[in-house]
Protein backbone atom coordinates (compact mmCIF):
# COMPACT_ATOMS: atom_id res chain seq x y z
CA UNK A 1 0.00 0.00 0.00
CA UNK A 2 1.16 3.40 -0.78
CA UNK A 3 2.82 5.23 2.53
CA UNK A 4 4.09 8.75 2.69
CA UNK A 5 5.82 9.42 6.11
CA UNK A 6 7.42 13.24 6.77
CA UNK A 7 10.19 14.45 8.74
CA UNK A 8 12.35 17.33 9.61
CA UNK A 9 9.73 19.79 10.59
CA UNK A 10 9.65 21.72 14.34
CA UNK A 11 10.31 25.52 15.68
CA UNK A 12 12.29 27.87 13.80
CA UNK A 13 13.34 31.54 14.03
CA UNK A 14 12.14 34.24 11.35
CA UNK A 15 14.83 33.87 8.73
CA UNK A 16 15.44 30.42 9.10
CA UNK A 17 15.64 27.34 7.35
CA UNK A 18 14.47 23.75 7.71
CA UNK A 19 14.62 20.87 5.33
CA UNK A 20 11.31 18.39 5.14
CA UNK A 21 11.97 15.22 4.03
CA UNK A 22 9.20 12.77 2.99
CA UNK A 23 9.66 8.88 2.65
CA UNK A 24 7.21 7.20 -0.08
CA UNK A 25 6.67 3.57 -0.19
CA UNK A 26 4.50 1.29 -2.00
CA UNK A 27 4.78 2.65 -5.65
CA UNK A 28 7.46 2.71 -8.60
CA UNK A 29 8.72 6.30 -6.93
CA UNK A 30 10.83 7.43 -9.94
CA UNK A 31 7.56 7.77 -12.30
CA UNK A 32 5.24 9.84 -10.26
CA UNK A 33 5.47 13.64 -9.46
CA UNK A 34 5.86 14.63 -6.27
CA UNK A 35 3.85 17.63 -4.19
CA UNK A 36 4.48 19.39 -0.63
CA UNK A 37 1.07 21.26 0.90
CA UNK A 38 0.40 23.46 3.64
CA UNK A 39 -2.20 24.10 5.56
CA UNK A 40 -2.38 26.88 7.92
CA UNK A 41 -4.51 27.22 10.96
CA UNK A 42 -7.92 28.47 9.72
CA UNK A 43 -6.96 28.46 5.50
CA UNK A 44 -7.58 25.90 2.69
CA UNK A 45 -4.68 23.44 1.69
CA UNK A 46 -2.97 25.10 -0.74
CA UNK A 47 -0.18 23.69 -3.23
CA UNK A 48 3.80 24.82 -2.00
CA UNK A 49 5.84 22.95 -4.40
CA UNK A 50 5.85 19.91 -7.34
CA UNK A 51 8.33 18.01 -8.58
CA UNK A 52 7.89 15.67 -11.66
CA UNK A 53 9.16 11.72 -11.44
CA UNK A 54 12.81 12.40 -12.91
CA UNK A 55 13.11 15.52 -11.37
CA UNK A 56 13.25 17.97 -15.07
CA UNK A 57 10.36 19.97 -14.34
CA UNK A 58 9.54 21.75 -10.98
CA UNK A 59 6.71 24.60 -9.82
CA UNK A 60 6.50 26.66 -7.25
CA UNK A 61 3.62 28.60 -5.51
CA UNK A 62 4.24 32.54 -6.00
CA UNK A 63 4.38 33.16 -2.37
CA UNK A 64 7.81 30.89 -1.70
CA UNK A 65 9.68 31.12 -4.97
CA UNK A 66 13.25 31.83 -4.38
CA UNK A 67 13.02 30.49 -0.90
CA UNK A 68 11.85 26.82 -1.38
CA UNK A 69 13.27 24.11 -3.84
CA UNK A 70 11.74 20.90 -3.56
CA UNK A 71 14.00 17.67 -4.89
CA UNK A 72 14.38 14.41 -4.82
CA UNK A 73 16.28 11.41 -4.63
CA UNK A 74 14.72 8.53 -6.67
CA UNK A 75 17.31 5.87 -5.27
CA UNK A 76 16.08 6.52 -1.47
CA UNK A 77 12.31 7.02 -2.75
CA UNK A 78 12.68 10.27 -0.85
CA UNK A 79 11.35 14.12 -1.73
CA UNK A 80 12.57 16.76 0.13
CA UNK A 81 11.74 20.34 0.35
CA UNK A 82 14.43 23.38 1.25
CA UNK A 83 12.88 25.67 2.93
CA UNK A 84 14.96 29.14 3.63
CA UNK A 85 13.98 32.75 4.65
CA UNK A 86 11.09 31.23 6.65
CA UNK A 87 8.46 33.72 7.60
CA UNK A 88 5.62 33.98 10.16
CA UNK A 89 3.24 33.47 7.37
CA UNK A 90 4.57 30.15 6.10
CA UNK A 91 3.76 28.76 9.51
CA UNK A 92 1.54 25.37 8.79
CA UNK A 93 1.43 21.81 8.48
CA UNK A 94 2.90 20.81 5.60
CA UNK A 95 1.80 17.72 3.53
CA UNK A 96 3.66 15.17 1.04
CA UNK A 97 1.30 14.53 -1.80
CA UNK A 98 1.38 11.32 -3.94
CA UNK A 99 -1.35 10.65 -7.06
CA UNK A 100 -1.36 7.21 -7.85
CA UNK A 101 -4.69 6.33 -8.77
CA UNK A 102 -6.15 8.35 -6.02
CA UNK A 103 -4.47 11.28 -4.06
CA UNK A 104 -2.53 9.95 -1.00
CA UNK A 105 -1.02 11.95 1.47
CA UNK A 106 1.81 11.66 4.44
CA UNK A 107 0.56 12.15 7.98
CA UNK A 108 2.22 15.63 7.81
CA UNK A 109 4.39 18.10 9.47
CA UNK A 110 4.32 21.00 11.55
CA UNK A 111 6.34 23.61 10.86
CA UNK A 112 6.37 27.39 13.34
CA UNK A 113 8.01 30.01 12.23
CA UNK A 114 8.31 32.12 15.50
CA UNK A 115 10.60 34.42 17.78
Do not use: H
Not at 9 to 33: D, E, K, M, N, Y
Not at 42 to 51: D, M, N, Q, S
Amino acid sequence: QVQLVESGGGLVQPGGSLRLSCAASGFTFSIVGMSWYRQAPGKERELVAYISGLGGTTKYADSVKGRFTISRDNAKNTVYLQMNSLNPDDTAVYYCNAVVGSYYWGQGAQVTVSS
